[in-house]
Structures are given as C-alpha cells and as structure tokens.
C-alpha cells in the first residue's frame, strides 16, 4: 500500500466517472469503498481491483435517502477506520426542453444532483472536521458554467454544485477541509442513457460524438487527491480537445 493512502469514498460507482475513479484510485494504492444502487457491478468492480492487488469493498447506495448516505459513510469508516475523501460523483441527466413539464424529471435531477451531493457533505463533513482534515471531490459538469437548450435544469443543478462546493471551501480558511470541484466536458458515460425526450435524446447523439473516455476525468481526480496538504485543487475544467463545448 502507497505511504500516503487514504480511504476515498465514491458515490456512482458502478459505471462511468465513478468506477473508473475506483480503479485509478485503487491502482495508487487508495483505499476505495463503492457506492451505488446497482450492487451486482459494485461487487464485480470490488472484485477486479482485489484481483489486480487493490482493495475495496461496496455498499449500496442511494444518495436521494439521508439516512443510506448515513449508513455508507458509516461502513466505510467500519470498513477501514476513516474518510479522508469523498467523491460525490452520482448524478443523472434527463434532458427536455422547459415545455415539456418534465416536472418528475425534473425533481430527480434536484434530488440526485443537488441533494446527493448536500447529503455527502453532510455526513462526511463532520467525520472529517472530527479527524482533523479530509477532501471533497464533487463532479460538476462543463454545465456548472454554461446554459444550453434542453439542459436548463441540469445545468441549474450543477450550478448549484458549484456554488456548494465554493462555500464549503470558504468555510474551511484553515485549509483542514480541502475542495474540489470536477467539471468534465462530454464524456462516455451511462448518463445519456435517461434521457426521455426524443428530440434531446436525437441531439445528445451528435453532442457525444466526440467524448472523454471516463479514465481522463478519473485522472484528474487522481491529481487533486494527491496533492500535499498543503495545496488544494479547488477547479478542474476537463474538455475533448476537438469539442467547442
């Protein structure tokens, strides 16, 4: 195990940014505990890095439910002692233009986007205040700075995200509570794969055609989470090269 391991909690672990964070992570040598609802690919997952000489162990999740984050905070710190980071990662994106009163949708990408990543903090943050330090590492998006058609409340939540994360880094001046925020461009992901309106759905089809692999935004972490103590990472904005958004 690397000298400077840390046991890192990734919520959206089963597909995506979150479990190429898990494997990126774990090959350095971290501590990684999973979190997400579909346990049968968190335990696949847990198992492959075993394989490859890692450690890890999962918990269902779902970050809508106060009480789960409670319960998964808590089994990671049973698990292996403490929390040094937590990677709010889970997030849905069910695009539709603002007509379509799309309200459902609407409410899951408040809960899922906002409230998840408020319920991280809220049980992670007094762990890490008692430990004495700890690092938080929200995924944003590239629409925390920007607004597009049909994305008008997905990009609200990831705004708030944004805002969230800078407040939590102001509140912490002497530095023990480190902040990170991840704003990836289009990247492969699952996350497409909600989207019920056909016409955004049809669009999101040529925005993708030019996509990250997971693993580029899972190296960004990997940097922010290996920075000395002293150094805080506080914005990372990763884009493909040949995309204008």
């Not at 808590?74 to 403490?82: C, H, K, L, Q, T």
């Not at 409340?153 to 708030?160: I, L, P, Q, S």
């Not at 800078?166 to 925020?181: A, K, M, N």
């Amino acid at each position: 195990m690397a000298e400077a391991a840390k046991v890192v909690a990734i919520t959206g672990a089963s597909s995506g940014i979150g479990e190429a964070t898990a494997r990126r992570l774990a090959a350095d040598g971290h501590r990684v505990f999973l979190g997400a609802r579909r346990t049968d690919r968190l335990e696949a997952l847990a198992r492959e890095i075993t394989i490859a000489g890692g450690i890890a162990a999962f918990r269902r999740l779902d970050v809508t439910d106060a009480a789960d984050v409670n319960g998964f905070v808590s089994a990671a710190r049973e698990r292996y002692g403490r929390l040094d980071v937590m990677v709010n990662n889970a997030g849905v994106m069910p695009l539709s233009p603002l007509h379509a009163l799309r309200v459902d949708e609407w409410d899951r990408t408040i809960d899922v986007n906002v409230r998840g990543v408020l319920h991280g903090i809220a049980t992670a943050l007094p762990v890490m205040r008692a430990q004495g330090g700890g690092q938080f590492v929200n995924i944003a998006s590239v629409g925390a700075y920007e607004v597009s058609p049909t994305a008008a409340v997905y990009c609200a939540a990831k705004f708030a995200v944004r805002a969230i994360s800078e407040g939590l880094r102001q509140e912490s001046p002497d530095g023990s509570i480190r902040v990170t925020l991840v704003s990836p461009g289009v990247t492969e992901s699952e996350l497409a794969d909600g989207i019920s309106d056909p016409a955004a759905r049809e669009a999101m089809k040529t925005y993708r055609a030019v996509a990250l692999p997971a693993a580029a935004i899972a190296e960004a972490i990997a940097y922010a989470v290996s920075q000395p103590a002293q150094v805080d990472v506080n914005e990372i904005v990763v884009r493909p090269t040949a995309s204008a958004q």
